[in-house]
């Protein structure tokens, strides 16, 4: 299996300040088509997670751009810039490249 | 717009099956993949398994004979099964639709295992 590690296990952040999230895979996560296949995903208390970027880089439909996903084939970051309280969660990184799916043990962003 | 909603009981008894049922609304499960996720007390996730477009399946070995996913295609509906619980399988379950674009989630549904 993929072991996704993220770090760190959570995350203090001043509003209007950025955080960044890390997600390292134990296997390149990029395709021989070009494709690296980490996605991000929010899980909002008492919500189910969304998605925040797909396909490593791509901000999914709705997402603020204050959002921002970037890395190479197996080390990758979240950023998100002026963090504001509706980004309180828990973030996770997964990987759709191989079954079984696995994803990070998530990290859990709150603000000071 | 997608919207999927799991249904269930919400606590079943150890060495029983777990039941669960994903009714889709706004897209046809004859697309795409259709999957179950579970997130465990202290939040780690674990990917369960989905049947695809065609019915064909994929499960996670950790689970090994214990998972079983179907669908109905006439009610727009899949399934999940898991034999032989035990309290590890305390989780909170979601359906999830999953393509390129990413896994899009369920509400999710809180089962206990216990006696």
């Known amino acids: 299996d993929i072991v996704m590690t993220q770090a760190p296990l959570s995350v203090s952040v001043t509003p209007g300040e950025s955080a960044s999230i890390s997600c390292r895979s134990s296997k390149s996560l990029l395709h021989s088509n070009g494709i690296t296949y980490v996605y991000w995903y929010l899980q909002k208390p008492g919500k189910s997670p969304q998605l925040l970027i797909y396909r490593m880089s791509n901000l999914a439909s709705g997402v603020p751009d204050r959002f921002s996903g970037s890395g190479s084939e197996t080390d990758f970051t979240l950023k998100i810039s002026r963090v504001e309280a509706e980004d309180v969660g828990i973030y996770y990184c997964g990987q759709l490249l191989e079954n079984p799916r696995t994803f990070g043990g998530g990290t859990k962003l709150e603000l000071k | 717009e997608v919207q999927l909603q799991e249904s269930g009981p919400g606590l079943v008894k150890p060495s029983q099956s777990l039941s669960l049922t994903c009714s889709v609304t706004?897209?046809?499960?004859?697309?795409?993949?259709w999957g179950w996720i579970r997130k465990f007390p202290g939040n780690k996730m674990e990917w369960m398994g989905y049947i695809s477009y065609s019915g064909s399946t994929s499960y996670n070995p950790s689970l090994k004979s214990r998972i079983s996913i179907t669908r109905d295609t006439s009610k727009n509906q899949f399934f999940l099964q898991l034999n032989s619980v035990t309290t590890e399988d305390t989780a909170t379950y979601y359906c999830?639709?999953?393509?390129?674009?990413?896994?899009?989630w369920g509400q999710g549904v809180m089962v206990t295992v216990s006696s």
């Open positions: 706004g897209y046809s499960i004859t697309s795409n993949y």
């Open positions: 999830a639709k999953e393509r390129s674009s990413g896994v899009y």
